[in-house]
């Protein structure tokens, strides 16, 4: 398994029910996109003295072919924008010569098109005799029509078609959806094993970065990769409180809201004499007024819905900064543990 904590969720997957559709859920940057392929490896793996319950042996023609983005009979449908980020640039393209022609951004949707590709593509004779095997991730990310026409499917599966769908809100999806689902939850590493994983990977106080991102180890190993590390985290709040919008020049915008809002809600957990989440106490102040905090929070929420097309970065990161210093100005003192 390329992420240890999988382990488990991978023999759970392999050993329980075989159903002809399984919803991988739980939050971002825990390896739902891994453990999906490793399963649709698995389904497709031709070693013959492997049992199905077993991982794929990794060595075969068809768990290369799958290695190499290449095997005939398994579809992966990522929205275009993720393609290149999850190393999966060859997967299907319903739109990229229009994009190409439009210089338009990259679509964070899984459009209609693509899922009737993969109507299609499940409704025909596998090529080497295992199963047709379609990954969807993230599964929220399909519209309203693409829903209704995986739908379809999933109600009249053929007979060799198996699909996989990864999400991070299972809530988004249509009930009808998840009810022909078999359903696989996933949770958080235990913080030793993903913040042992993390040092590995070169990353620097792994348990600041890891508490940065609620326990997500792959979006901390995201962030380290953006230029955020453990340093300028933990020097966010005092900026903040500072005015220093410039600490944030080099991070992307959403990066940006994101560590705002946790600033915001640590510093709450704080004024109702809660533990804080993301940052340690000693980088927090504290003395803030909870009104003033709420409305701090209720802004970023708003904005963070189109934190992706922002019309100014640079501007609108300087006025969140601002409002929140303004948050915290009625304390001035560092909160210490007792």
Not at 97 to 123: C, G, W, Y
Not at 162 to 190: E, M, Q
Not at 253 to 277: E, F, M, N, Y
């Amino acid at each position: 398994m390329p992420l240890p904590w999988l382990g488990p969720l991978l023999q759970r997957a392999l050993q329980g029910p075989q159903a002809h559709a399984l919803l991988l859920h739980g939050p971002q940057g825990v390896g739902q996109f891994e453990l999906a392929l490793t399963i649709a490896q698995a389904w497709l793996c031709e070693r013959a003295d492997r049992p199905s319950s077993e991982p794929p042996c990794g060595v075969c023609a068809s768990c290369r072919l799958v290695q190499s983005h290449s095997h005939p009979d398994l579809l992966v449908l990522l929205p275009e924008a993720l393609r290149e980020p999850l190393g999966w640039s060859n997967g299907a393209d319903d739109d990229g010569a229009e994009r190409a022609t439009k210089k338009a951004q990259p679509s964070r949707e899984i459009k209609v098109d693509a899922v009737r590709l993969a109507v299609n593509f499940a409704q025909t004779t596998t090529a080497r005799g295992r199963a047709k095997v379609v990954v969807l991730h993230p599964a929220e990310r399909i519209n309203h029509v693409s829903a209704n026409t995986l739908l379809k499917t999933l109600e009249e599966p053929p007979g060799a078609a198996r699909f996989i769908l990864s999400c991070a809100a299972p809530d988004a999806l249509l009930p009808t959806i998840r009810s022909r689902c078999r359903s696989l939850v996933l949770g958080l590493p235990p913080a030793a094993q993903a913040g042992a994983w993390l040092a590995g990977q070169g990353v620097a106080d792994a348990d600041v970065m890891l508490a940065a991102t609620g326990g997500q180890p792959q979006e901390a190993l995201d962030w380290v990769q953006q230029g955020i590390d453990a340093a300028s985290w933990l020097r966010a709040p005092m900026a903040v409180a500072q005015g220093m919008s410039g600490a944030f020049a080099s991070w992307p915008l959403p990066r940006t809201i994101d560590a705002l809002q946790k600033i915001c809600h640590d510093t709450l957990s704080l004024c109702v004499g809660a533990a804080p989440r993301y940052f340690p106490v000693a980088s927090l102040r504290r003395g803030a007024e909870p009104a003033a905090l709420h409305a701090w929070m209720r802004e970023l929420n708003r904005v963070a819905r189109h934190a992706e097309h922002p019309w100014n970065a640079g501007l609108l990161a300087e006025s969140l900064v601002e409002q929140g210093r303004q948050s915290l100005a009625v304390g001035t003192s560092v909160h210490s543990a007792p």
